[in-house]
């Protein structure tokens, strides 16, 4: 089981791929995690990424594909994974291909879709607290008192990287980088497509149905 997962920030695949990987063993993959353990362990890759983002500069993507070359050499990666949020463009799909067809088993691409407003309406809702760093959501999970903290009843917050604007401006970017990204996999025939608006066990039940007809077809 190859995964590549794909979907706007707040659409929900992170928690589709954490529940995914635990169910079939398999590990859940995102550059961010990975480019800190690379670093954290001290490897040559790991340093040449640790160089760019201490100059405040994007990692190139050689460095990032060697890191995940790296990471699905792992055993826990060998038999499958899930990509989580990456690849983000299409040079970095096509060097991501590159790598992949050496084993000759091309991944599954899952688009987890919802409209702006929605996602913009999820991430706006939470709130911090500057103290302890509990996270609260308005609508899923409120404080028992409107605005203050349950654990030590400090003011709640909203991030700047919450408000509104923001959050449209971080889309806007997305859409995009990653629209060329999906048409890139839907003309190769890889691209399946969830409505991510409905509940979490409702869109894991869509991925699954989505994982068990491509089984079908690989086997036919």
Sequence with gaps: ????????????????????AAEEGIPQISTGDILRDAIKRGTP????AKSYMEAGKLVPDDVVIGIIRDRLSHADAASGFILDGFPRTVAQAEALDRLLQESEEMPQVMNFEAPNEEIVRRLS???SCPNCQAVYHTEHAPPRENGLCD????ALIQRTDDKPETIAARLKVYEQQTSPLVEYYNRRGLL??????????AVYDTLRSLLHVARVDERH
């Design 151 to 154: 654990a030590c009843g400090g």
């Design 1 to 20: 089981m190859r995964l590549i997962f794909l979907g706007a920030p707040g659409v929900g695949k992170g928690t589709q791929a954490q529940r995914l």
């Design 45 to 48: 890759l790991g340093a040449q």
């Design 192 to 201: 399946r497509r969830l409505d991510a608006t409905k509940s979490i066990d």
């Design 125 to 127: 809702g939470r709130r």
